[in-house]
């Protein structure tokens, strides 16, 4: 037998897999389990038909342009679209040459750390943090620094402490990764005094901040503070990302990064390497479902969906939960974070008896946290299992926090 282990590289050794993938794997197929692990859309608002409609005419307009090869940052075409619904729907204004298209964010995320992560770098980040950009991360060598959060979002005054304490190092941090609206994990937001205060912090520090936006589209609260960092950005500070996935289908595997030319340019370079470019097809679809009003259709569709499966699982966390347990009350987003304040309660290690024993499976929030505590808390999402699953999941949880 081949001894495979000595071709392996340091950084596929290193690497940890992610909890949520393997989750998933194990309780695929497992109707009896009530799954508030994923962070996936409900495939009930998938707008199939249109998609088939648009995808034949995307062909037939296109012809061989749409099947063919495209360039690495993105069809020029389709980031005009793309510039003039940001422009529309997030304050964002940056010209299509300031754009470059991705293969989701998480290959977004791949991209700008290959381009700005040398081993030894820091990034700070919100504890929690999103598991998968803290994992591309780490896999590009950085040390990572995490922020307390609360219901505003990352503790900017705790941000600010710990850069002074960094002292000269603080030269080693490469930029600062938050996600403002409807946190994942955490389901916050951040309010325009942080927002400020963090774009301050990091004029003064010379800093640059990597915005992740995938949830500001799916915001339940009319009036609700949703501005993006890179609307308020004056300074050319912040590099901001987004996908489709969560407002149209996460199969077209198409996301964004909005940055200086400068930057972009870099992006571009490595990208080459990479994959070449996002699939063209994908591009010229989500292009039409942008001009058509397809994806305005699926999230006017998509906020009272969720908004009542939210609701079901906020008055199912109230009515069951014992009153040692914090969650969060998410304004946007599809995650509700729960903290047990309960000596030894370890969500990891309890995790195959959740599912085992009461049926029921979350993510363990420990691998969301940067530093490594976190052990006490979990993820729930409530935009993939029905009303009758999550009340019927919260009450098999609550039943799991009390006995364990």
Known sequence: MIDYSR??????????????????????????????????????????????KIAGIVIEKYG???????????????????????????????DAEDIIITSGSQSALDIVSRALIDPGDIVITESPSYLAALGAFKMNGAKLIGVKIDENGMRTELLEEKLKQLGDDVKKVKFIYVIPVGQNPAGTTMNKERKKHLLEIASKYDLLILEDDPYSYIIYEEGAETASLKSLDKEGRVMYMSTVSKILAPG????????????????????????????????????EAIKTGLIDDVVQKAIPYYKAKRNTMLEAIKENFPDYVWYSKPIGGLFVFAY?????????????????????????????????????????NFSYPTHEQIREGIARLAKLIRES
Not at 67 to 80: D, F, H, P
Not at 273 to 287: E, K, M, R
Not at 349 to 354: F, I, R, S
Not at 357 to 374: I, L
């Open 252 to 287: 077209l595997r198409i996301g964004w990064i909005v940055a200086e030319k400068e930057l972009i340019r870099r992006f571009e370079i490595v990208k080459q390497y990479v994959d070449l470019h996002s699939p063209t097809l994908n591009q010229f679809i989500v292009a």
């Open 64 to 94: 061989d342009d749409a099947l063919q090869y495209s360039e690495t940052k993105g069809i020029i075409e389709v980031r005009e679209t793309l510039s003039d619904f940001l422009a529309r729907k997030r304050e964002i204004h940056a």
């Open 340 to 380: 047990v304040y309960k000596n030894g309660f370890d969500a990891g290690m309890l995790l195959e008896k959740a599912v085992k024993q009461y049926k029921v499976a979350y993510v363990p929030g420990g691998s969301f946290h940067p530093e490594g505590d976190g052990v006490n808390s979990m993820r729930l």
């Open 7 to 52: 071709f392996i590289s340091k950084v596929a050794s290193n690497i940890k897999a992610s909890e949520i993938r393997e989750l998933l794997a194990i309780i695929r197929g497992r109707k009896d389990v009530i799954s508030f692990a994923g962070g996936i859309p409900d495939p009930a608002l998938f707008p199939r038909k249109e998609l088939a």
